[in-house]
């Protein structure tokens, strides 16, 4: 008898508006407009958007142009945060992630001594545990502010573009450091999570071949840990833009901060936040968008 041949699986089907999602965003909507209408009762408050906008853009009076204002430059700062510390959080957990994976035990405890100690402090304390305690003791000895004031012009522009004021690098490596620190430990578990994805198989495929341990690793083990790591340090990064907030309880002059000075000055505190909560949504939904397109046109090219 001869063999049937295989059924082809069926496609997936796509999710469809159906009345029920209508029924159930028209009772969301209603849920929020009374919500908000019962807190306008309460509150008796009076909005005034107009204050927010000139500490986003203001008129400078001297070049006759408009130029970005202190929320602009705090959204700036948070960014740059974000980047640096994505970028220095990978080296430490790189490091630390081949540590907790590692053959020798001395490693091993090192790197997950790390992960316990971050992990499992709250985020407030290890800020200031780390800015007062740690850092203090460090940053006066480096020396930075002098060596700075004595670079070029174009250098210090260069240092201007990267990473902020000259005048603040104390306070961006500062806050830098402290980021890193904290989110190295989330990135270490990721790539260990990573390096374990990959099959005993494959890395027994690979010694049989006659490949050495070094060999294995590099073109075995990463490419395929590469790929599942991917996702998930995307949302890091995104983690890593909220949790960029958290320096602005040690005068570290991000986003947050400069919305807290805003909020003093012009004393609309619901106006400044959700303004500046509009503000981390937009970016971080624009960024999970783009990461999931990227992630879903990786996914097809591997097949």
């Known amino acids: 008898m001869p063999q049937t041949a295989a059924r082809k699986r069926p496609a997936a089907r796509r999710s469809r508006w159906t009345w029920v999602d209508t029924a159930l965003l028209l009772v969301f909507a209603l849920a929020l407009g009374v919500l908000l209408w019962r807190a306008g009762g309460v509150f008796s408050y009076k909005w005034n958007w107009s204050s927010v906008w000139p500490f986003v853009y203001r008129f400078d009076d001297a070049t006759k142009s408009w130029v970005p204002n202190i929320l602009f430059e705090g959204l700036a700062t948070t960014l740059r945060l974000a980047f640096w510390g994505i970028l220095v959080a990978s080296v430490i957990g790189t490091v630390m992630g081949f540590a907790r994976v590692s053959k020798k035990l001395m490693f091993r405890l ?86 374990q994805s990959v099959a005993k198989s494959q890395v027994e495929a690979g010694e049989s071949l006659g490949m050495k341990p070094r060999d294995v690793m590099r073109f075995v083990v990463l490419p395929q840990a590469f790929r599942n790591v991917l996702p998930p340090m995307a949302g890091q990064l995104i983690q890593l833009i909220k949790d960029s907030s958290l320096v602005s309880l040690v005068s570290i002059q991000e986003l947050t901060f400069m919305a807290q000075d805003v909020q003093v000055t012009t004393q609309r505190v619901f106006e400044v936040f959700l303004f500046v909560g509009a503000m981390y949504f937009v970016i971080c939904f624009t960024l999970s968008q783009i990461f999931s397109a990227l992630e879903r046109r990786y996914a097809r090219a591997l097949k």
């Open 110 to 195: 090192i790197g997950t001594a790390y992960v316990m100690l971050i992990r499992n402090i709250p985020p407030v304390v290890f800020v200031f545990v780390f800015v007062f305690f740690i850092a203090s003791q460090i940053m006066p000895a480096l020396g930075l502010g002098d060596r700075i004031k004595n670079l070029s012009p174009i250098a210090q522009w260069w240092l201007s573009f990267l990473f902020g004021a000259p005048k603040l690098f104390d306070n961006f490596l500062l806050g830098l450091i402290c980021l890193s620190v904290f989110s190295g430990a989330y990135v270490t578990e990721i790539v260990r999570a990573g390096l």
